[in-house]
């Protein structure tokens, strides 16, 4: 069954950096024309979309709080979409997600988001 893979999480120290990874699984599930997703779930707050990027990588999206501390980026040839978090705050602190969005340009009000992983989750200590 076509689904992503997020892994890279773990547990660091605040000002530190992590890099996950997003990964197509699946047999014959490409990813390459998808816009990807990242979300983060907190304990106890609503699923918050993160970053974007669009299915060729020529558009980024981020909201406002991580906007010049993390970086998303792809690699088509390996089915991978990675989201690169330096300067990590104790805020930052959540399960992250990904996911294609099938139908818009991965933060879009169209948007249709499937193929949900399992989640990464990425403690950050002071």
């Known amino acids: 069954q076509a689904r992503m893979v997020e892994s890279g999480g773990g547990l660091v120290q605040a000002g530190n950096s992590l890099r996950l990874s997003c990964a197509a699984s699946?047999?014959?599930?490409?990813?390459?024309?998808?816009?990807i997703t990242w979300f983060r779930q907190a304990p106890g707050k609503d699923r918050e979309r993160v970053a974007a990027?669009?299915?060729?990588?020529?558009?980024?999206y981020y909201v406002k709080s991580v906007r010049d501390r993390f970086t998303v980026s792809r690699d088509n040839t390996k089915n991978t979409v990675y989201l690169q978090m330096d300067n990590l705050k104790i805020e930052d602190t959540a399960v992250y997600f990904c996911?294609?969005?099938?139908?818009?340009?991965?933060?879009?009000?169209?948007?249709?988001?499937?193929?949900w992983g399992q989640g990464t989750q990425v403690t950050v200590s002071s």
């Open positions: 990027i669009s299915w060729d990588g020529g558009s980024k």
């Open positions: 699946g047999q014959t599930f490409g990813i390459s024309r998808y816009a």
């Open positions: 996911a294609a969005d099938v139908r818009g340009t991965g933060w879009s009000p169209d948007s249709r988001y499937e193929y």
